[in-house]
C-alpha cells in the first residue's frame, strides 16, 4: 500500500449492525466499509482491498462460518486477515474460527483500546506475510530471469569456439552475448539499488544535465527493442523545456527506462509516447514526464501494489512477461 494510506477494514454485519458499538474505534483512523451479507463482503473485496475484515458471528441472517472460508480461501498474500466478533468467548467457536480461516477471535464486549490493538497486530502479521510472499516470489522470477540471458550468453559463447563460424553469424553470436550481459548488469545494478533504498543509503546527485539529451538517449536505447515488438516509440515537447535542469542525471534516466520497458512490455500493438513539459509551479518549477501506451492498462485493484520493492501486479502476467518487480519502486 502506497506510503501514507489509511489501512482498509471491511465490517461485515447484519442489518441491525451489531458492531455499531466497536466503529468509533475505528473511524478515523482506518477507511471503512460496511456491508451486511456475505455475498456482498465478497463482492466489496473485488474493488476494495480489505486490510483487515471485522466479522459479525451474531447476526442470524449471516452465515459467519461460510462466510469467513469464502473470503480467506484461495486468495493470494494480498489477502485480508479476518477478526471474528462474538457475543461470548467460547473455545468450540475460537477453534472454529481457526479451521474456516480467521486470524482472531474477540468479544463484543471488548473495550476499543484492545480492538485497535488486535487490529494493528493483524495488520503487522499481513505486512510480514506480504514481505514473505513477495519476496519468495521475487527470488523465483529473478532465478528465471537471470537464467534466460545466462544460457544465452552460454550458448553463443559455445558457438564461438567454433573455427568455422562464419564472420556474419560469430558478430550476431557477439551482439547477443554483449545484449544478455547488459541485461544481466541491469538486472544486478538494481537488485543493489533496492538494497541501498531500504538501507537508505542510495545517494541522489544534484548536477546540471540536459533533459533533452536524456529523452533522447532513452529513446535511442528502446526504441528496437519497441520495433522488435512491432510498436512505435516517439518523443514529444509539450511547449519549451529547460535546456539544463539540477538533478540526478542517471536517476532520471534509470527511471525512464523502467517505465518505457514496461509499457513496451505490456502493449501488444499501437505504440508508446514519452511527452515532457515545463510547469512553472512559480517558487519550485517542475519537469513533467509522462509515459503513454496502448497496452493492457491496470485494474484498480492492482494500483496500491505498484511501487512496492518485490511485488508484481499478478503472478500470470509475470510468467509471460518476465521482471523482477522492482522498476517500478526505484
Known amino acids: 500500500m502506497p506510503q501514507g494510506s489509511p489501512n482498509k477494514v471491511l465490517v461485515v454485519a447484519g442489518a441491525d ?9 475505528l473511524a ?13 463482503a465478497l463482492e466489496t473485496l473485488r ?7 471485522l466479522l459479525d458471528m451474531i447476526a442470524p441472517d449471516l452465515d459467519a462460518w461460510a462466510t ?17 466478533v462474538a457475543d461470548q468467548d467460547r473455545a468450540v467457536d475460537r477453534g472454529r474460527g481457526r479451521e474456516v480461516g480467521a486470524c482472531d477471535f474477540v468479544t463484543r ?25 513477495a519476496k519468495s516470489e521475487f527470488v523465483a522470477n529473478i532465478s528465471h530471469e537471470i537464467r534466460t540471458p545466462m544460457t544465452a550468453i552460454l550458448g553463443y559463447s559455445e558457438n564461438l569456439r567454433d573455427a568455422t563460424l562464419s564472420e556474419p553469424a560469430r558478430s550476431q553470436a557477439l551482439d547477443t552475448i554483449w545484449r544478455n550481459g547488459q541485461h544481466l548488469l541491469d538486472l544486478i545494478n538494481n537488485i543493489l539499488d533496492i538494497s541501498k533504498i531500504e538501507a537508505q543509503k542510495l545517494q541522489v546527485e544534484r548536477v546540471e544535465c540536459c533533459p533533452a539529451e536524456i529523452l533522447a538517449e532513452v529513446a535511442a536505447m528502446m526504441r528496437a527493442r519497441a520495433e522488435s515488438s512491432g510498436l512505435t516509440l516517439t518523443v514529444a515537447l509539450d511547449g519549451a523545456i529547460p535546456v539544463t535542469l539540477l538533478s540526478d542525471r542517471t536517476r532520471i534516466k534509470q527511471i525512464l527506462v523502467n517505465l518505457v520497458g514496461n509499457a513496451i512490455k505490456f502493449t501488444h500493438r499501437g505504440g508508446v509516447r514519452i511527452v515532457a513539459r515545463f510547469l512553472d509551479t512559480g517558487a519550485q518549477p517542475l519537469l513533467e514526464i509522462d ?19 518485490f511485488v508484481q501486479a499478478e503472478a500470470g502476467l509475470a510468467r509471460r512477461h518476465g521482471g523482477t518487480g522492482l522498476g517500478l519502486s526505484i
Do not use: N, W
Open 17 to 25: 449492525f451489531h458492531l455499531a458499538s466497536l466503529e468509533p474505534a
Open 28 to 40: 478515523g483512523r482506518y477507511e471503512l466499509r460496511h456491508v451486511d451479507s456475505g455475498d456482498a
Open 47 to 53: 474493488e476494495f482491498a480489505a486490510d483487515v475484515v
Open 68 to 84: 469467513c472460508r469464502r473470503i480467506t480461501s484461495g486468495r493470494r498474500h494480498q489477502g485480508p486477515k479476518v477478526l471474528l
Open 109 to 133: 464486549a471488548i473495550d476499543q483500546d484492545d480492538l485497535r490493538a488486535r487490529i494493528e497486530l493483524l495488520l503487522e502479521l499481513k505486512k510480514a506475510q506480504d514481505d514473505s510472499m
Open 291 to 309: 509515459v503513454i501506451d496502448t497496452g493492457i492498462g491496470i485494474d484498480e485493484q492492482t494500483i496500491p501494489l505498484l511501487g512496492q520493492p
